[in-house]
């Protein structure tokens, strides 16, 4: 069997939300248990067990899988307002992890918001959150296309309601090794904070990203079984961490059991 744990970064599995949203892919309830229990077994660390503001359907599942799935972290994804964070918190997940949108594109375009408005919901929602979660981790969404400077403004923010992890996602899939390389490396020296890399493989390079990011410092990479997920897939698990353990000289070169 794969041995997965590395101290050198932790798998966060996302098959059961980003997954989720791959091209004519529909999980059962029970295809949602065996997976998660299939990923318990094998030693991943995190595993991202749904969208609680989807519905009661949804939270029964998350509940589920924690009751069953005690060798790893529960986390329940969120997007940046108040009744997703209650959603969430009748889960009994290990983590919420709360979704901001950090490009021009995202909060201008897509929300009709602008960056001071971002700021002072991520005051309200995280304020809020603070005291009914167990941990909270916050995801930069749309990171790779985002002034890095207000990236840098929102890590600070967050980190007053301690945040000790942010997910750093290339949301649509268009960076290259030296581009992750230099940004994760540039977020860390600036705010000291562990950084969670979240690749798209639009460029057929997720897997290649998060080798980067990595080496760049961080500790902890999303990945989904078969690299399923939105438009080409995500960073594929078996393919990471056998390219993670030529790389970094672990030893562990077998592949995932199929």
Aim: glycine content about 6%; proline content about 2%; charged content about 25%.
């Amino acid at each position: 069997m794969l041995e997965i744990n590395n101290t050198q970064y932790h798998i966060v599995d996302t098959t059961l939300r980003d997954g989720a949203q791959s091209p004519f892919i529909m999980f059962s309830d029970r295809e949602k248990i065996a997976i998660a229990e299939m990923l318990n077994e094998k030693g991943v660390y995190q595993i991202e067990a749904g969208i609680p503001a989807m519905g009661k359907s949804e939270q029964m599942i998350i509940k589920k899988i924690k009751s069953v799935c005690g060798n790893m972290k529960v986390s329940a994804w969120n997007r940046l307002n108040k009744n997703d964070v209650i959603a969430s918190t009748g889960c009994n997940a290990d983590i919420i992890h709360i979704s901001v949108p950090v490009s021009q594109r995202q909060i201008h375009d897509k929300l009709k918001k602008d960056e001071t408005w971002i700021i002072k919901k991520i005051e309200e929602v995280l304020s809020f959150a603070e005291d009914r979660a167990n941990a909270i981790t916050v995801g930069l969404e749309d990171a790779s296309r985002a002034d890095m400077d207000f990236i840098i403004t929102v890590i600070k923010k967050v980190q007053q309601f301690s945040v000790n992890t942010v997910r750093y996602a290339d949301t649509v899939g268009i960076m290259t090794p030296i581009a992750v390389y230099q940004q994760i490396t540039q977020i860390i020296k600036k705010t000291n904070i562990e950084i969670e890399f979240h690749a798209h493989n639009d460029l057929g390079m997720a897997v290649a990203n998060s080798i980067a990011a990595v080496q760049a410092g961080a500790a902890f990479i999303d990945t989904t079984v078969n690299g399923i997920g939105e438009r080409c897939g995500n960073c594929d698990m078996d393919k990471f961490v056998f390219a993670a353990s030529s790389t970094f000289n672990s030893g562990k070169s077998e592949r995932v059991e199929r």
